[in-house]
């Protein structure tokens, strides 16, 4: 079967091309505010890419990059930030120190300058379909990407392996609501989950967000089916350390109708989801 290749990088640009219009019009650059607490290789890096693509579309940006070990630490970084009236985002990068209590860092952000929707008042509204607050970035990036494919999720059977707050569950809040690009049936897979090859098997769509490189393999999607996959694993393959995601797609590609590739696939929506969120954040205040 041959298969559509789900180019993030590709919609990504021509998202960043639109918002940089948009922004260009707005009568002062909206501020993003990130705070890099516990920096290690992988969020290092995500917080340049971050910034690199806050700067091409015109978002003014502010690196707090100060390490962390107490929750207090970095709440007294944060205070300072949370009420300015001229920032729009504050961006805690995770993972934060073992010690930093990651819940109580999420709710010393202001919801209204919470771009990556994790503050439980935004959690809430998109329980509630409350179009005020704001969607995680990674699944509304996905959801953006499968809509932009045009293909459909009503009635359709969406299994998702990983329940994080971050991708899993908000992404399941967000297919099973009402309207477009969602009602569909969601199946929210975990590691207690018994015999996931059989369940992935009676999926339209996969999305793998366990964080394992090839959980998916040829024998767990059906013919026909569509694989998004979120994970990110760094794995030694002949000496050198490459970028996987969780599904092997070498195999399992020719089974599906459509992929997202990894890298290039769901990470570049996300960043474009941080964006557009940004930008929301700044129209809903002025
Ligand atoms: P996490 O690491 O917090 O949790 C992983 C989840 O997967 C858990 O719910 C766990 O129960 C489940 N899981 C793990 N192994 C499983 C198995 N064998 N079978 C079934 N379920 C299993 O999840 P996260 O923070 O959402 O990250 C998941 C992956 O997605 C990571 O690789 C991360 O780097 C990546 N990620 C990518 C993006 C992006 O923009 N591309 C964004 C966020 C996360």
Known sequence: MSYTLLDGKALSAT?????????????????????????????????????????????????????????????????????????????????????????????????EKDVDGAHPLNMGKLAMQDPSGFIPCTPLGIQTLLSAHHIPTRGKHVVIIGRSLTVGKPLALLLSQTGPHADATVTLANRSTPDLVSLCRTADIIVAAAGRARLITADMVREGAVVIDVGINRIEIEGKERLVGDVDFATVSPHCSAITPVPGGVGPMTIASLLSNIVKSYKARS
């Open 15 to 111: 998202i960043r091309a639109e918002l940089k219009r948009t922004v260009a019009a707005l009568p002062s650059p909206p501020h993003l505010v990130v705070f890099l607490s516990h920096p290690h290789h992988s969020s290092t890096i995500y917080v340049r890419n971050k910034l690199i693509a806050c700067k091409e579309v015109g978002i003014a940006t502010t690196l707090i990059d100060t390490p962390c070990t107490t929750t207090e630490e970095l709440l007294r970084l944060i205070r300072p930030h949370a009420h300015r009236a001229d920032v729009n985002g504050l961006l805690v990068q995770f993972p934060l120190h073992p010690d930093v209590d990651q819940r109580h860092i999420i709710e010393a952000i202001p919801p």
